[in-house]
């Protein structure tokens, strides 16, 4: 039995992990109506920041975590400038063949720049972890669900009781009536890009210490989060967290009772039965995009 | 002038003067690869080149034609490639055999993603087939015990028949060209036909009478056939395989390949696909370093999609298109002809207590009106009285809550809309739905390819009808232009040659007037006019009074989701009820 909360408790670590690279997906999606599919990148690029300064140029621990949401931000909006602001009146194909390539250049150019070995990033508290019973609660799995907990309230909060956040909605809702409106509907996309940057980074960040820092974190990463999405039914920010934290326990379970070396496939499955059998997710009602 | 006959005849001269020339290069091409012995290197970068291009061309068909992405073409290659390479070597089958069942498998595989189409457009597609990329790779590298796991598969056979590198070289560009011809030739029959339209317009597509779901699928199957046909031929050509030549990152070089060369020809595939493949030869440095040789090809993919949206061959294309000079000739064509299917009964349309209830809005309550053989029938109604709600439960847009619809003595109430077309009835819309990357001609030879249109359906016959359904609205002269190069007026009349040449037992029109000027609107009022006369039944739904009253011999009212009148023009428009619903209940006190 002690072994089943083990399990749950990484399952909802590292599910929590997916739920915020998932609300990014989420947030980028309903302002633009474009599936981002670097997403995963963000994480990835946050993660090689917080290595450069951290471990290559020896900085403090919060002034490279500082400088890494920092340039998370910046990154974030030369994203927005050079991969979907330039595409914003064509269809959606041309959206995600951009951001394909997106995705296929910053992972590689990564590569190129520091090669294949992956990277190691010390854990943020110094503490490794305590027991509760037989239960061992590992202090970085504490700290990402703790994270994932205040980032989804304060989001709340923010997006339903302040003004910026009624006008992103407002934004994510319709564009045109937005803009007749007075709200500079370009510069709330712009805000969206970034902070959806800055959240994905976050995960990265947190959870680098325990995948390793590699290139090939933000492909399954954004996979196992668009996955999420879907369980959860897609475009809704409650739904995103919950299939996120329900596929890390999913995930979790499957490869410690099934098949380690399938362990990523789960996900996909998971995503292929939710498309085909059950597209809007367990909470949608809303019928599948006719895009 | 001169007859459709002679022109069909001509074109058909030329076309098969083309094949020739086809054939004659292809013919060089073949003995060259035959009968030179490049060095190992060359052969193996031209044997590359011609598998990937059979592969490249499975995605001009279904992204290029049918506007579907598929990111799991590396997957349907590899696949094509194992049952080559697995079944000669350890079941000991013959080549042939092998490459039949690995197509049959692709197929199946293809087919299958292509079903999720039908529920699911382009973000979920992309994913699915990601995921579907991802698991095969998975599957590749892991079940070790049948497909030797990341080791793969070495000493795969040629077939006995090409045994020798130049042979199979050859065989393999005849291959290439035959692909290359078919595909080339797709755009042009009915279902690339189909497929176009349900890229430009899916909607529309369907009330033409297109199957959706069976061409997307369609599309899909012959996408993966592609894909696997090129594996196999790429296994027999290097004797190797392993999982990382067919993972993800494969996917994405054939599409940067399509993408490249232009996704809208088989050309363009081959263009991509060479250019691809011989430039990351010739920088070859690029190579030394892991990432930079992905990572440039990441890049040249957004530089495409921004700076050039067709490709390098659309760019060729368009920059010869006034060259070619479409030099047609006019024709004399015969006047449009409405052949009736036979007359079941007096009434065209019934319709009984039909109700469409959105929540607790009755947007439709309780509607029951007949269409009668050869009249010209208007629905009207103030905004929001339920006209568009009523023509979209018709149509089969949606599903109504209760009610019953019978077009011809048929029950069509749960009919999906390319089936309603089929049964006879042809609608037009209100916010024009043509297809916008065809010309005036291959929109309403749509039109005539509705299935169950009592005609012709041999090519030459198809155009002629069309033609002269758009002779009848008064474009003939214009039917090689892009529907685009047309002025809104001009495209409402397209949308009702489309209609019309497909026979409609009842003709739907939506808002004809809506967005015409004052002229447009007598022209819209005699061309009605003209197809009463030829005894079609038209069921017109507009708010213009002066046109209804004009054309209309029976009009039906609605209001708030109810019926509240029905008779001829001048009883209807006299009625306390309807002058209340139009003018408000100040005139009903007056009286």
Known sequence: ?291 | MSSMIDIYRASAQRKQRGLLAYIALIAVLVYVAATTTFDGYVTNILMQAVTYSVAVMGLTVVLGLCGQINLAQAAFFGLGAYAVGLGTVDYGLSYWICMGLGLAVVLAFGAFLGTSTIRLGGHYLAMVTISFQQILTLVMINWIPVTHGPDGVSRILKPSLFNTPQSYLAFCVVVLAVVGYLVWQLPSTKLGRAMRAVRDNELAAGVTGIDIQRTKVTAFAICALLGGLGGGLFAGGFSYVSPDQFSFAESIVFLTMVLLGGVASPIGAVIGTGLLILIPEWLRFLKSIPGLYLAIYGLAVILIVLFMPDGIWGFVVQRFKNLRGALRLSAELPELTLVQTQAHADDVLVVNNLAKHFGGLKAVDDISFVVKRGSVHALIGPNGSGKTTTLNVLSGLYTPTAGAVQLDGQDITHFAPHERTASGLGRTFQNIRLFRSMTALENVIIGVERPGNPVDHAPIALEARARSALNFVGLGDRADELVTSFSYGHQRLIEIARALAGNPTLLLLDEPAAGLNSTEKMELRDLLKRIAAKGLTILIIDHDMTLVSEVAEHITVLNFGRRIADGDPVSVLNHPDVVTAYLGSDANAAH
């Open chain 1, 1 to 291: 039995m002690d072994i089943v909360f083990q399990l749950l408790f990484q399952g909802i670590g590292i599910g929590s992990v997916y739920a915020l690279v998932a609300l990014g997906f989420v947030l980028i999606f309903r302002a633009t109506n474009v599936v981002n599919f670097a997403q995963g990148e963000f994480s990835m690029v946050a993660a090689f920041l917080m290595v450069i300064f951290s471990v290559d140029l020896e900085w403090p621990y919060w002034i490279s975590f500082l400088l890494s949401l920092g340039g998370m931000a910046i990154y974030g909006a030369l994203f927005n400038l050079g991969v979907y602001f330039p595409l914003r009146h064509r269809t959606y194909l041309p959206v995600i063949i951009s951001t394909i390539g997106a995705s296929i250049l910053v992972s590689n150019s990564t590569l190129a720049l520091y090669g294949p070995q992956p990277q190691v990033l010390q854990p943020l508290l110094d503490f490794p972890g305590f027991n509760i019973g037989t239960v061992y609660l590992d202090a970085q799995y504490l700290l990402i669900i703790g994270v994932t907990v205040v980032l989804v309230a304060f989001q709340y909060w923010f997006f339903e009781h302040t003004l910026l956040g009624k006008k992103l909605q407002a934004t994510s809702q319709d564009k045109e009536m937005a803009s007749l409106l007075g709200i500079p509907v370009a510069t709330m996309i712009m805000l969206t890009f970034v902070y959806s940057a800055m959240i994905g980074g976050l995960a990265g960040i947190m959870v680098a210490p325990i995948l390793f820092v590699s290139i090939h974190m933000g492909g399954t990463i954004a996979l196992k989060a668009f996955a999420a999405t879907i369980i959860g039914g897609f475009g809704d920010v409650a739904g995103a967290i919950i299939g996120g934290l329900a596929l890390g326990v999913i995930e979790t379970f499957g490869a410690a009772y099934v098949s380690v070396p399938y362990k990523d496939g789960f996900a996909f499955l998971v995503l292929v039965a939710f498309l085909v059998f059950r597209p809007q997710g367990i909470f949608g009602e809303r019928v599948a995009e006719k895009a």
